[in-house]
T-cell receptor, first 109, second 115 residues
Framework: KQEVTQIPAALSVPEGENLVLNCSFT??????LQWFRQDPGKGLTSLLL?????REQTSGRLNASLDKSSGRSTLYIAASQPGDSATYLC????????FGAGTTVTVRA | SAVISQKPSRDICQRGTSLTIQCQVD?????MFWYRQQPGQSLTLIAT?????????ESGFVIDKFPISRPNLTFSTLTVSNMSPEDSSIYLC????????????FGQGTRLTVV
């Protein structure tokens, strides 16, 4: 059974600082890995999708890396803003999605 | 990408009653998924809804409690039956773009409180 772990569980940073969110998974036989953002009480917004053959994906201030052999992915958010405050979820697709518990980010103005 | 509309967005229900949640997608998709997110926890897959066949339920979820309909390739419903306070959760509908990217998309969720 796939186990997905996200560290840290919570993070508070001043505006402008770079964010580093970590995700690890136990079974490297995956199709892809996806990062989501969730605002309180809301659904999930897809941020980045990394296929198993890729090493990284970038979208604006967001960059996600994938090291499938070691079972790790990292989401980098550059120059954080208060609007980045949310919970970030990592999901691994090995036929079905397995989610981590998330990292709750607070960016202080 | 797929746009998913989920209704209702939230509801407060009495214990012992049932609530049906609707999920509408703006394009035809083969598989639709229903998830539950209990307070402070991550997402757990309830079932996979395939058009033209019965839903496939994950361990710990049963059809009598969570009946699912999938009448066509753009619509599905999840019913939460005989509700108890333990059913208070966010319920989310999801689809996957089965093109080359297999990206998952989610509705905005239904926030259910059972009193």
């Amino acid at each position: 059974k796939q186990e997905v772990t996200q560290i840290p569980a919570a993070l508070s940073v001043p505006e402008g600082e770079n964010l580093v969110l970590n995700c690890s998974f136990t079974d490297s036989a995956i199709y892809n890995l996806q990062w989501f953002r969730q605002d309180p009480g809301k659904g999930l917004t897809s941020l980045l999708l990394i296929q198993s053959s890729q090493r990284e994906q970038t979208s604006g201030r967001l960059n996600a890396s994938l090291d499938k052999s070691s079972g790790r992915s990292t989401l980098y958010i550059a120059a954080s803003q208060p609007g980045d405050s949310a919970t970030y979820l990592c999901a691994v697709n090995d036929y079905k999605l397995s989610f981590g518990a998330g990292t709750t980010v607070t960016v202080r103005a | 990408s797929a746009v998913i509309s989920q209704k209702p967005s939230r509801d407060i229900c009495q214990r012992g009653t049932s609530l049906t949640i609707q999920c509408q997608v703006d394009s035809q998709v083969t598989m639709m998924f229903w998830y539950r997110q209990q307070p402070g926890q991550s997402l757990t897959l309830i079932a996979t809804a395939n058009q033209g066949s019965e839903a496939t339920y994950e361990s710990g979820f049963v059809i009598d409690k969570f009946p699912i309909s999938r009448p066509n390739l753009t619509f599905s419903t999840l019913t939460v039956s005989n509700m108890s306070p333990e059913d208070s959760s966010i319920y989310l509908c999801s689809v996957e773009d089965l093109g080359a990217r297999t990206e998952a998309f989610f509705g905005q969720g239904t926030r259910l409180t059972v009193v």
